[in-house]
């Protein structure tokens, strides 16, 4: 059937941006970033008088390192391997024009209960309350595709009408012979999501590539 056909169509992989965009990308990001401070509870948030953009994903996806390859800075955003440490939403100025926030990692396997719940209402509570919340960025890992977890997180966004992008993480990881199944396995999934932006982003922190592209992308949201 022609279906499947249409579905690969509708997620492409974002295109590199051209010189203007590329440079508005790295003027945005060329000043220091500065960690402004860690929430837990919605009460804690700062005031809502700037754009937003998230990051969510579950835990070890590489989200510390995406924040820290697009600031420039090495130690701006830490991860927490370990479960059960207090998670916080942890805010980080963008040249007094935007917030990044870091979202805890969900999907913790091991962590306890309680603090399982806890984390997920505090993640729901923000991305379905936040009003400058202009878009929300779903790193996944490009070797496993996405997960029930994630599947879940991107429904929440559905609900609250936020846009959410998907950001293959570690795409220098992922076999040639893998790729076609994975990226099958991702745009089928998308397709069943409202909220989905239509291109998604694929990066590796570690060898840099992607980092321009994310970095254009998030200076053009208003």
Request: glycine share 6%.
């Amino acid at each position: 059937s022609s279906k499947p056909c249409l579905m690969k169509l509708e997620f492409p992989l974002a295109e590199q941006p051209d010189a203007q965009n590329s440079e508005k990308g790295r003027l945005l990001f060329a000043r220091q970033s500065d960690f402004v401070k860690g929430v837990v509870s919605m009460s804690g948030l700062p005031p809502d008088d700037r754009l937003e953009v998230c990051f969510a994903g579950r835990s070890n996806v590489g989200k510390s390192s995406l924040i820290n390859a697009l600031t420039n800075q090495k130690g701006l955003a830490r991860s927490s391997n370990t479960p059960g440490r207090t998670q916080e939403i942890n805010y980080f100025d963008l040249n007094d024009r935007y917030y990044l926030v870091d979202l805890p990692g969900y999907g913790y396997a091991n962590a306890p209960i309680k603090v399982v719940n806890e984390w997920q209402n505090l993640l729901k509570t923000y991305l379905a309350g936040r009003q400058n919340l202009r878009r929300a960025f779903i790193l996944v890992d490009a070797r496993h595709g996405i997960k029930s977890v994630d599947s879940e997180i991107m429904s929440l966004l559905d609900k609250a009408a936020v846009t959410f992008q998907l950001i293959l993480t570690k795409a220098d990881k992922v076999k040639e012979k893998d790729s076609e199944s994975i990226f099958a396995q991702v745009r089928e999934n998308l397709s069943h999501h409202v909220a989905a932006y239509p291109e998604i982003l694929l990066c590796s922190s570690e060898k840099g590539s992607g980092i321009p592209l994310i970095r254009s992308v998030i200076s053009q949201i208003t």
